[in-house]
């Protein structure tokens, strides 16, 4: 009885970890798509377009776009990929 109380914690632990990873897994996919309809939405975008740079989530400075062709995107912990 004991041994099957303690397998028993263990799954149930281990079922809350993979929820956990799959929400993560959610935000994460939920980011790079919007991060994709970005980039699609600037293929339309000419050069010296005025836009709003985000400085935080909820702060925005404006500013000029430099560059059509080219993009960085953050992949997480700090990886980018241009």
Known sequence: PQQLQS????LQDEIQSLGQNLQR???AQAKFKESKK?????KNAKK???IMIPLTSSIY???RLAET??????????????
């Open 25 to 27: 897994l959610r935000l």
């Open 48 to 50: 010296d377009n005025k």
């Open 61 to 63: 400075v404006p500013g």
């Open 69 to 82: 062709e080219k993009v960085t995107i953050e992949v997480g912990t700090g990886f980018f990929v241009k």
């Open 7 to 10: 397998l028993r914690n263990q």
């Open 38 to 42: 970005s980039v699609e939405n600037m």
